[in-house]
């Protein structure tokens, strides 16, 4: 949380603060505060205090002012970073030290945040770029051998092969439909599941696709774009098949979930034994845990409920990141644009289930499959979490589950993520956006202290 | 349909898992099955009627099984 802190030193030091001759830094105003990164790359500025002229009322501000810049009468401004995990209570105790008159929000302005409507930032070549996808390939990095389901509306192949120009192979015997569902792998209509194959591709070009249409279920309660929870839970049992299947020693799984539950009222409410979005007891958070701990690297979309510019279905009144996208097994992934900005509908944390959401942040809003049409960008958190996912399979090439565990692997994308504030994790970026790179150099020093 | 829970043996069917409950196979979602949650509990799930979830033990459930929907394009 970056926050902007009034300070009242001492008179001489507000005087040279107010001198426009004088150079003054942070340090010459503050010592330190605790629980604040100052950012003493901030100018210190002063501030001049309204005075109601006489016999005006001392408290308002709805009246004529005048304004004061005398040392006897300023303060001044430093700017800092309060961690988010206790920016509010910090705040509200930080005036009780010495020279701090109050603590105030510092907002991120921008002129023109990337939102639900607007054209491509950048293309799927530009992610590729930032991916570091030479570096990984040249390390062996490419997904070769590595499952990796895409559960949602249904890939289609030679689409996705189409715009990436190779074939892409989707394993028809591992895939599975929900109840009710038919057609086959890898040739479903041209939609959001293959938005994401495609996306899932940058990273890890080599990885086998295995194809879970779960969106298109057409049980009791569903409609032709959504599915329901219980098909999952159905689809989750089905991949631990997947990955039980395979030998101990060389056992991976990525799966890709780009989807959620944008509303509250096909829920219980929160506090009901039954709950889904609050729950860690409810049969599908159950199923994630189960299936992360046999060794499977699951990743959730963080969701399109960004404060900035959310999705018109975003119907929970706070904390968007509910049940399954906030589990603490999971990589919940928010979204930038290839500039590096978040993108304004990207879910914001804390999590329901897990406080630290979102994990880290990875590119959407690009260029890219084409699947909405030829001047669409391939968008939502939806992009960013397979772009991610190819990512964490193409490491599964050289690291399988028994060497490195989906937990380790987390941490190690925590820890090597570009980190977009001063003081860590944020509510926004997580612990920052995926850095392939590092990441590569931290898998060196893994690999070299186990020799 | 609502989701309910049931603790059984490995390789139970669902049959095992109406009985332990206590509920008719009208009342189960066959098309569904029994789905194995967590096989190291033998923790499984299945669909039921509301009206046969509301008779299970507060341990089974009744659990939501609310919509899902992609999270793109936002709109």
């Not at chain 1, 390390?139 to 509306?153: K, Q």
């Not at chain 1, 599941?193 to 495609?198: I, L, N, Q, R, S």
């Not at chain 1, 690009?366 to 399979?393: H, I, K, N, Q, Y």
Request: hydrophobic residues 40%; proline residues 9%; glycine residues 10%.
């Amino acid at each position: 949380m970056r926050v902007l802190i009034q300070l009242r030193p001492s008179p001489d030091v507000i005087a040279a603060v107010a001198a426009p001759d004088v150079a003054t830094t942070t340090a010459d105003v503050t010592g330190g505060l605790p629980g604040v990164a100052l950012d003493h790359s901030y100018v210190p500025v002063a501030l001049p205090r309204p005075r109601p002229a006489a016999g005006g009322d001392p408290l308002s501000m709805h009246q004529p002012l005048d304004f004061s810049l005398a040392p006897e009468d300023a303060s001044v401004l430093v700017r800092g970073e309060i961690s988010d995990d206790e920016g509010a209570a910090r705040a509200a105790l930080l005036p009780a030290q010495s020279d701090v008159v109050a603590v105030y929000a510092d907002p991120v302005i921008e002129t023109s945040l990337t939102c639900g409507g607007s054209p491509p930032v950048g293309t799927w070549e530009d992610v590729a770029r930032l991916l570091a996808v030479p570096a990984l390939a040249a390390e062996g990095y490419d997904g070769a051998g590595v499952p990796l389901a895409i559960c949602d509306t249904g890939i289609n192949a030679a689409h996705v092969g189409q715009r990436l120009g190779r074939s892409c192979t989707v394993d028809g015997e591992r895939s599975w439909n929900p109840g009710g569902v038919s057609g086959e792998p890898g040739r479903f209509a041209v939609d959001h599941g293959t938005m994401c194959a495609f996306d899932a591709l940058i990273a890890a070009p080599a990885a086998t696709l295995i194809d879970i249409p779960v969106l298109l279920s057409r049980r009791q309660g569903g409609s032709a774009m959504d599915g329901l929870l219980s098909d999952a839970v159905a689809a989750f049992a089905h991949l631990r098949t997947v990955l039980d299947a395979q030998p101990a020693g060389s056992r991976s799984l990525v799966v890709s979930n780009s989807w959620g539950s944008f509303s509250p009222l096909w829920d219980l409410a929160p506090g009901q034994p039954g709950n889904y979005s609050d729950n860690a007891a409810h049969p599908f958070n159950i199923i994630v845990g189960s299936l992360e701990q046999a060794g499977a690297d699951i990743l959730f979309a963080a969701g399109n409920c960004g404060s900035e510019c959310k999705d018109r279905r975003c119907a929970f009144p706070a904390r968007p990141i509910v049940g399954a996208n906030s589990h603490p097994q999971v990589l919940s992934v928010a979204g930038v644009d290839t500039n590096g900005e978040r993108v304004g509908y990207s879910s914001q944390g804390p999590g329901r289930l897990s406080d630290r959401k979102p994990d880290i942040a990875a590119y959407t809003h690009f260029a890219g499959s084409r699947a909405f049409g030829d001047t669409e960008p391939d968008s939502g958190t939806s992009a960013a979490c397979p772009v991610a996912a190819g990512l964490v399979a193409a490491i599964r090439t050289r690291w399988p589950a028994s060497r490195l565990s989906p937990s380790q692997l987390r941490t190690l994308l925590h820890r090597t993520a570009d980190d977009r504030s001063t003081v860590g994790f944020d509510y926004d970026y997580g612990y920052g956006i995926a850095d392939p790179a590092a990441l590569i150099e931290a898998l060196r020093k893994v690999s070299g202290s186990r020799e | 349909m609502v989701l309910v829970t049931v603790e059984l043996p490995p390789g139970a069917t669902l049959e095992q898992a109406a009985h332990a409950l206590g509920l008719a196979e009208d009342e189960v979602d066959t098309g569904y099955g029994l789905v194995p949650l967590d096989p190291a509990r033998g923790l499984y799930a299945l669909r039921v009627t509301e009206e046969a979830g509301r008779r299970v033990p507060p341990a089974a459930g009744p659990y939501a099984d609310p919509t899902i929907e992609p999270y793109g394009p936002p709109s």
